[in-house]
């Protein structure tokens, strides 16, 4: 902890830059994990019940947004999701993660930008957790973000359901602590996508929102 404490950036717009992500996790070094909010274990039921909802299961194929270090994968895979694909746009914490899980056959890491996903329409559920407020990071107003901001949030979203299967089971997840007011315009009214959010806790400490985008032809 005290390793990534001292690799915080000099002012929250650093969080929104490819460059202190590559030096971060190069000064880190390949044995950091980091999960910014809500543990993994905490977050695999959610996960569970909405691909049991769509009517899918742990064959899902699934695509994490801009991984980091984070375990979520890991403890995911572990706990039977063998087809996982990990992008983010920082090459070293990619090589990091690639070696580090080279064990667990058929995870994917690959370097990539949210923004611009190589993929066509092969997803049945992408997960972003805190990718996107890693975006909003700018000072000012937070009801009226910057217009680079906006573009750019609304970009990520806007890839995720394009690279997805276009089925009633696929589904796209955000986790965030950002409340609805200040998130949602990114994901609503997208034809054939129904947008819904609740409340995810911990229920004794700050509060988190799981935002869902369900596939409606």
């Known amino acids: 902890m005290s390793r990534i404490t001292e690799n915080l950036p000099p002012t929250n717009e650093g969080y929104g830059t490819q460059e202190y992500w590559e030096q971060?996790?190069?000064n880190e070094g390949p044995t950091v994990s980091f999960d910014w909010f809500l543990s993994p274990e905490y977050l695999?039921?959610?996960?569970?019940?909405t691909l049991r909802e769509a009517g899918m299961g742990k064959e899902a194929r699934i695509l994490m947004l801009g991984c980091g270090n984070s375990s979520l994968?890991?403890?995911?895979?572990?706990?039977?999701?063998r087809d996982v694909v990990n992008v983010d746009y920082s090459k070293a914490v990619i090589e990091q993660m690639k070696e580090r899980h080279k064990s667990r056959v058929g995870m994917e890491w690959l370097e990539m930008d949210v923004l611009e996903l190589q993929f066509e329409e092969e997803f049945d559920l992408v997960i972003?957790?805190?990718?996107?407020?890693a975006m909003l990071?700018?000072?000012g107003d937070p009801w009226n973000p910057p217009e680079k901001d906006i573009k750019t949030c609304t970009q990520e979203i806007t890839e995720a359901i394009r690279v997805m299967r276009k089925r009633p089971s696929s589904r796209f997840l955000y986790f965030t602590f950002g409340q609805p007011h200040f998130r949602e315009r990114y994901m609503?009214?997208?034809?054939?996508?129904?947008?819904?959010?609740?409340?995810?806790g911990p229920p004794e400490g700050f509060a988190y929102f799981m935002y869902t985008l369900a596939y409606t032809p």
């Open 128 to 133: 972003d957790k805190g990718t996107m407020d």
């Open 188 to 200: 609503q009214d997208r034809p054939n996508w129904t947008l819904s959010h609740k409340e995810v």
């Open 137 to 139: 990071t700018t000072k």
């Open 73 to 81: 994968s890991e403890v995911m895979y572990d706990d039977g999701y």
């Open 24 to 26: 971060r996790y190069t």
């Open 44 to 49: 695999l039921p959610f996960i569970e019940q």
